[in-house]
């Protein structure tokens, strides 16, 4: 497998200006997106393909053969939809996941267990976006730090004391 790493320079002015949705188009299906994280040690991410109009993505633990924690399905605008644990738990979203626009947003997350709200706040600050997320019936909100590499890729996240940074892109055979 080939690898090649992106230069991971911050892009505010070529994001969209509402949402920061994965740029499918720019991945052939079989690209891995390795992560190392500070909790879990490595983590891969592999882009799988389009299937039924919407895109794939699967996280494996420990690297791209590893073993299966969730696939995610985004729609054309490089959203997530749902999340579909291994275990059997199911996350949808609907409209989808808010956690890439830009500015407010609400979803409604359904489970197993029922819906809820949850509300969205991201602005660009200094290098980096903030993202506060509020859920229905939680008292303190959740705030997370994170940058982009090009075409909608996350680069780095930090929440709390967890840092997940992007190590490379490597492209299919």
Known sequence: MR?????????????NADTLGVNFSAFPAGT???????????FAEVYMGERGGRHVME?????????????STFNAEG???ERA?????TLR???????????TCSHT?????GARRVDVTTNWKGDRFVM????????????????????????????????QKLEAIRAPN
Do not use: H, I, W
């Open 32 to 42: 891995v997106f390795d992560y190392s994280d500070s909790k879990e040690g490595r």
């Open 79 to 81: 959203l997530e939809v």
């Open 132 to 163: 506060d997320m509020q859920f229905e019936g939680v008292a303190n909100p959740r705030r997370r730090y994170f940058q982009m590499a090009a075409n909608g890729v996350v680069d780095f996240v930090r929440e709390n004391d967890r840092q």
């Open 109 to 113: 997350v359904e489970t197993d267990r």
């Open 59 to 71: 996280r494996r633990k420990g690297g791209e053969y590893g073993e299966l924690y969730f696939a």
């Open 93 to 103: 979203y609907a409209p989808y996941n808010c956690e890439r626009v830009v500015g």
């Open 85 to 89: 644990y291994a275990t059997g738990r």
């Open 3 to 15: 690898t090649f790493l992106f230069a991971c320079a911050l892009l505010p002015g070529a994001l």
